[in-house]
C-alpha cells in the first residue's frame, strides 16, 4: 500500500515537473516572439487602413477618419507598450523607465492612455454610426459634419486623458518592487470603472441604439441613391460591431492573460478586410491604380531613354 501511494506521489511529481517544463518551453520560446507578431502584422494593418482610409471615396468619411485615428494610436501603442517587451525577453535591453519616478510615472500613463484612447476612437466609429442612422432632423446628425470632426477628436483625446490620470497619480517607486502601484485598491477600483465599465457600456449601448435605427430605416421607402447610401452605412456599421464584439472578447482574455491583449493593436485591418465589401473593393482599387500609375511611369522612362540616347 505504501509503495502504491508512493509510486503514485512520484508519477504525479513527474508529471507536474514536465507540465512546467512543457510551460517554460512555451514561455522562453514562443510567447517572447508575440509582441514582435504584434508588431510585424500591426505595421501591415497600419499601412494598409492609412492606404485605404486616404483613397478619395473614404477620406470624407467620417467614421473612416476615426477609424484612421485609432490606426495611428494603434501603431503608437506597439512601438511603445509592446514591442520593447521583445527586446527585454530577448535581448535583456530595457528602457529606463523605472530609474526615476518621474519617468515610472510618465511610463505607467502611457501604458493606460494609448490603449484606452485606442478603444475611445472605437467608441467614436461607432458614436459616428449611431448619428447617421438618426433622422435628418435630429441634431445629432450635426456631429457627423466634417467640420466637427478635429473637435471630437480633440475631446475624445482630453477626455481619454482625464479618465486614465489615475495611473500616475497611484503609481511610483515603491521599495523593492520598483515602479508600481502606491494605492493599488483605488488602482484596481479606478481600472474597473472607466476601462472594465465605461467604455464597454457605452459602444454596447450604442451598437443597441445603432443597431434600433437601422431596423427603424429599413421600413422607410427611399430613392436608389438613398438605398445605396444606406447600404455604405450599413456595411461601416458591421465592421464597427465586429471590431467591438472582438475588442470585449480580448479585453475579457486580458483578465486571464495579458499575451493577447495587443491583439486590440493589430485587428481592425484584417476585421475591415472580411467584414467590408466596400474597404476591399477600396483598396484592391488603390493598389490596382498603384500598380498602373507604376507601369505608366516605367514606360514614360523607356521611352525617355531611346530620345536622349538619339539626340547624343
Same mark, same amino acid.
Given at each position: ?94 528602457? *529606463? ?78 521599495? &523593492?518592487?520598483?515602479? !508600481? ?6 488602482? !484596481?477600483?479606478?481600472?474597473? &470603472? ?78 475591415? &478586410? ?31 531613354? *531611346? ?6
Amino acid at each position: 500500500m505504501i509503495d502504491n501511494n508512493i509510486t503514485t506521489t512520484v508519477d504525479l511529481i513527474q508529471t507536474s515537473k514536465s507540465l512546467i517544463d512543457d510551460l517554460n518551453f512555451v514561455s522562453q520560446n514562443i510567447l517572447i516572439y508575440l509582441p514582435l507578431i504584434y508588431f510585424i502584422f500591426g505595421l501591415i494593418g497600419f499601412i494598409g487602413n492609412v492606404f485605404t482610409y486616404l483613397q478619395p471615396q473614404l477620406r470624407s468619411n467620417t467614421c473612416c477618419i476615426y477609424s484612421l485615428c485609432g490606426s495611428f494610436i494603434d501603431i503608437i501603442n506597439l512601438c511603445i507598450n509592446s514591442f520593447p517587451n521583445y527586446f527585454s525577453g530577448k535581448y535583456g535591453i530595457t528602457l *529606463p523607465w523605472f530609474t526615476l519616478s518621474g519617468l515610472c510615472k510618465f511610463s505607467i500613463f502611457l501604458l493606460a492612455f494609448i490603449p484606452y484612447l485606442s478603444i475611445s476612437f472605437l467608441c467614436m466609429a461607432i458614436i459616428d454610426r449611431f448619428a447617421i442612422t438618426c433622422d435628418h432632423t435630429s441634431s445629432v446628425r450635426r456631429i457627423t459634419q466634417l467640420r466637427k470632426v478635429p473637435w471630437m477628436i480633440c475631446l475624445t483625446v482630453l477626455t481619454s486623458g482625464l479618465f486614465t490620470l489615475y495611473a500616475p497619480l497611484h503609481h511610483g517607486l515603491v521599495p &523593492i518592487i520598483g515602479c !508600481g502601484s502606491t494605492n493599488p485598491t483605488l488602482t !484596481g477600483i479606478a481600472y474597473i &470603472i472607466f476601462s472594465g465599465l465605461l467604455q464597454p457600456i457605452t459602444m454596447i449601448t450604442f451598437v443597441l441604439l445603432t443597431y434600433r435605427n437601422v431596423r427603424r430605416s429599413r421600413g422607410r421607402v427611399g430613392d436608389t441613391a438613398q438605398t445605396n447610401r444606406r447600404n455604405l452605412r450599413n456595411q461601416f456599421i458591421v465592421t464597427i460591431f465586429a471590431q467591438i464584439l472582438v475588442t470585449s472578447f480580448i479585453s475579457m482574455q486580458w483578465v486571464i492573460t495579458n499575451n493577447f491583449y495587443y491583439l486590440n493593436n493589430v485587428k481592425a485591418f484584417y476585421i475591415s &478586410i472580411l467584414t467590408s465589401r466596400v474597404f476591399r473593393k477600396t483598396l484592391f482599387d488603390g493598389l490596382k491604380n498603384l500598380y498602373r500609375r507604376h507601369i505608366r511611369q516605367q514606360m514614360n522612362v523607356s521611352m525617355v531613354k *531611346p530620345f536622349t540616347q538619339t539626340r547624343n
